[in-house]
């Protein structure tokens, strides 16, 4: 039997004001008719109270597309859930602020895309770059933790020290530096976003004199991209085995991403419970553990710390979702990954990716990648 789960991460919507070139989010995204309601949401959150998980992450899309989300954090206290709300900060005043607050916010995660407001508004999308700075001063006025969201990819890591000292004056007590994951469009726009080694290593160089200088103070969170690590990241932290998600259309899944792969149905909350879900349902249960697990990851001992790599990035790169990661170095189709990182040290890199606005352009771009989903959002 599984044990508990620590977390919910909440996607009450796919609704977002930005257009992110990195987006990770699927190419085809929940519509607003298909959302859970207020109701279903609460039941939820009631759920997982009783289920003993700890926290909920309030996430989309943007979460205050949603009028009701003051409800929602106040029925996620009443579970007893630390709550979590990881935003773009458009749509959120001061007032609005401080009723999520009354409610009982815990924490609060802006994203910013970098510290130069031209470059910052351009890889959104939107002009937001302004709003975020005057939010992170509105939040720092109120007793709630407070962390900045960075992603960093090749378009912006040559001035990583800038962006850094820029953070450091909105006085979070965290900083995330989250390099950019390749699903989505992130994926679709990978030949311009995976940066070089050389930045890579620069980068790595900046972030431990960064952590030593706030030692005590504030707390850097950096991982380097699973593109140029000996092993794959542990994606999750296993498939089903800490958390759960669930799309605003009700769904729940191991994964934002898990509905790339073929063959596996995912439950809806509206027809059974988060219990019998984490506990018996098929699609949690089909790469749990190690007996799935392929060779070399079998009898490898990094197998109980990386669990094999990222199913979806297995089916998305080596079109196998039970094939190793390729990101493994060890993985019989690394060269996949070889060959795209081969390709960002060249002169053959795309200088920009394309705008996430380009919607349609994208998925005629990269349709050979995604025909492998069979049940989109």
């Known amino acids: 039997m599984a044990s508990t ?25 929940a519509a607003t008719s298909a959302e859970l309601s207020t109701a279903d949401w609460i039941s939820v959150l009631q759920q997982c109270g009783k289920l003993g998980m700890l926290h909920a992450h309030f996430t989309g899309g943007e979460p205050l597309a949603r009028p009701d989300l003051t409800e929602l954090i106040t029925a996620a206290r009443a579970a007893g859930l630390y709550t979590n709300l990881i935003t773009s900060g458009i749509g ?9 607050v009354d409610a009982g916010l815990d924490h609060i995660q802006i994203s910013f895309q970098d510290s130069r407001e031209g470059a910052a508004n351009w890889i ?44 450091e004056q909105l006085q979070p007590e965290r900083i995330e530096i989250a390099h950019t994951q390749y699903y989505g469009w992130a994926l679709a726009n990978r030949a311009a976003l995976l940066p070089t080694r050389a930045q890579l290593e ?16 504030i707390r850097i969170d950096s991982v380097v991209p699973d593109y140029y690590a000996k092993y794959p990241k542990a994606c999750m932290g296993g498939w089903g085995q800490r958390l759960m998600l669930i799309n605003p259309a009700g769904r729940v899944l191991p994964c934002h991403a898990a509905e790339v792969i073929p063959g596996l149905e995912f439950e809806n909350v509206k027809e059974k419970t988060l219990e019998w879900i984490w506990q018996e349902s098929s699609s949690f249960q089909r790469f749990r553990g190690e007996g799935w697990m392929p060779e070399p990851c079998r009898s490898c001992d990094q197998r109980t710390q ?5 199913r979806c990035q297995a089916l998305l790169l080596a ?13 019989p189709m690394h060269h996949l990954v070889e060959a795209a990182v081969g390709e960002a040290n060249s002169d053959v890199a795309i200088a920009e990716p394309t705008p996430a606005s380009s919607f349609a352009q994208l998925q005629r771009q990269t349709s050979n990648l995604w025909n492998y989903r069979t049940d989109p959002h």
Not at 202 to 215: G, N, P, Q, S, Y
Not at 306 to 310: A, I, L, R, V
Not at 319 to 331: I, R
């Open 124 to 167: 959104a999308g939107a002009k937001a770059h302004a709003h975020k700075i005057e939010l992170s001063r509105a939040i720092r006025r109120h007793k709630i933790a407070f962390t900045v969201n960075l992603v960093v990819h090749r378009q912006n890591l040559d001035h990583l020290e800038e962006m850094i000292g820029f953070i």
């Open 202 to 217: 620069k980068a790595v160089e900046i972030v431990a004199a960064a952590e030593k200088r706030f030692a005590g103070r």
């Open 306 to 310: 990386d669990f094999g790599g990222c």
């Open 319 to 331: 079109g196998d979702a039970t094939a190793t990661d390729p990101a493994c170095s060890l993985a």
């Open 5 to 29: 789960p620590l977390a919910l991460i909440a996607e009450v919507t796919h609704r977002c004001p930005l257009h992110c070139v990195y987006c990770s989010n699927p190419l085809q995204l």
């Open 92 to 100: 959120l005043t001061d007032q609005r602020l401080q009723s999520l």
